[in-house]
């Protein structure tokens, strides 16, 4: 397994294609998202510019999980999209805050991914690899929108996750905001012993 993250601008063409591609088989073939930025086979959308961070999972080559990370300084999914999820609280506008977005983890050779975002070990090892990026850019917490089934992994996962947000109806899809602290209970569940390092 190869773990990778970088700005846009620091990828090779070749590699964001490969990661637009893979968002496309993940979330438009398999998920079935009505995404109307997607087309010739492949999941762009207004928030990923060069600046936006790209997390990738790969195994001998082919992409197997991946996020992305925004500052929230910038536009984002959550301030952009769904607004409306935070209800009465502030969107956050913060260096020291991160979206998380796009999460998954498919490996899409393999025919029992079919239907799912993602599975537990993907999981982790992508937010791990998020969590460390967004800790070497001095980052204090993630917030993100998922399908609610997100909250029963980020439980077995035991990092210090929280609700942001109820659980709404959007776009066809029951979601809900939730940040993630990347305190010490987050980088102990993820064997994340400092900024720049993986436990074994």
């Keep these: 397994m190869n773990t990778m993250y970088a ?29 109307p930025d997607a087309g010739a086979g492949l999941e762009v959308d207004q928030f990923d510019r060069d600046s936006t961070y790209h997390v990738c ?3 001998a080559g082919a992409t197997v999980g991946y996020s992305r990370l925004i500052p929230t300084t910038e536009t ?3 301030s ?3 607004p409306e999820l935070m209800d009465a609280a502030i969107i956050p ?14 490996d899409l050779r393999s025919p029992n991914g079919h ?44 990092v210090n996750a929280s609700r942001a947000s109820p659980t ?3 776009h066809g899809h029951s979601v809900f905001a939730f940040w993630i602290e990347l305190d010490d209970v987050t980088k102990n569940a993820l064997g994340i012993t400092f900024p720049g390092a993986v436990a074994a």
């Design 57 to 59: 999972i790969r195994d």
């Design 115 to 158: 239907g799912r975002q993602a599975d537990f070990w993907g999981c982790q090892a992508v937010l791990r690899a998020a969590v460390q990026c967004a800790l070497e850019h001095d980052v204090k917490r993630l917030i993100a929108v998922s399908a609610v089934a997100m909250e029963r992994i980020l439980s077995r996962l035991g």
């Design 7 to 35: 700005k846009a601008s620091q990828l090779k063409l070749v590699d964001l294609n490969q990661i637009f591609s893979y968002r496309y088989a993940v979330f438009v073939e398999r998920l079935k998202w009505t995404l």
């Design 80 to 82: 952009e999209v769904f």
């Design 93 to 106: 506008r913060s260096s020291a805050v991160w979206e998380l977005s796009r999460f998954c983890s498919v």
């Design 76 to 78: 984002y999914l959550l």
């Design 168 to 170: 709404m109806q959007l």
